[in-house]
């Protein structure tokens, strides 16, 4: 069964700080793994974006990893801000990348 | 930019009326999608279409029927809304081609009551 998990679900972590969001999957044949931000109210966007031949990316303070062959992927955030509290959602593309399975997605919670 | 727009931001509905969630992309987008988002389960795909008057059911369909006339624009139906309908409901685009990236839009807090 295709499916993606995400952990923690939940994160407090205060302003500055480094935080790791995690994310495996068991989707197939894979295609691609994306990860969005999703504030508050708002409608998810697109942060990165990887491919099977790609293991890692970045996106200014966000760096996402990939290893295919264990079948995770990270999103490492850097010299956190209040304006990262979010929900990251992991989502992993098959079957040539249209279809796509959503992971339950990880809330930040920044505090200053 | 893509700019996907959805009607209300905020309904409030009784058991049993029928409810239309509009949803309209200005990017020429093939790809057009009905998620609902509640807390713990993440996105789940209602319905999806690929073309106009073209439409095929995503996991959770029951309860709900959809409607794409145009290219640019995409409806949710509910024939009689039912409490566990209450939901947060989003709507997204993509290209056909490429890396399918899909726009969302802000979505539409529906409450059953």
């Known amino acids: 069964k295709n499916q993606v998990e995400q952990s923690p679900q939940s994160l407090i972590i205060l302003e500055g700080k480094n935080c790791t969001l995690q994310c495996n999957y068991t989707v197939s044949p894979f295609s691609n793994l994306r990860w969005y931000k999703q504030d508050t109210g708002r409608g998810p966007v697109s942060l990165t974006i990887m491919t099977f031949s790609e293991n890692t990316k970045s996106n200014g303070r966000y760096t996402a990893t990939l290893d295919a062959d264990t079948k995770q992927s990270s999103l490492h955030i850097t010299a956190s801000q209040l304006s990262d509290s979010a929900s990251y959602i992991c989502v992993v593309s098959h079957t040539g990348g249209f279809k796509t399975i959503f992971g339950a997605g990880t809330r930040l919670f920044v505090k200053a | 930019d893509v700019k996907v727009t959805q009607s209300s931001r905020y309904l409030v509905k009784r058991t049993g009326e029928k409810v239309f969630l509009e949803c309209v992309q200005d990017?020429?987008?093939?790809?057009m999608f009905w998620y609902r988002q509640d807390p713990g389960l993440g996105l789940r795909l209602i319905y999806f279409s690929y073309d106009v008057k073209m439409k095929e059911k995503g996991d959770i369909p029951e309860g709900y029927s959809v409607s794409r006339e145009k290219k640019e624009r995409f409806s949710l139906i509910l024939e009689s809304a039912s409490t566990n309908q209450t939901s947060m409901y989003l709507c997204a685009s993509s290209t056909g081609t490429g890396d399918y990236e899909q726009y969302f839009g802000p979505g539409t807090r529906l409450t059953v009551t």
């Open positions: 990017m020429d987008h093939e790809n």
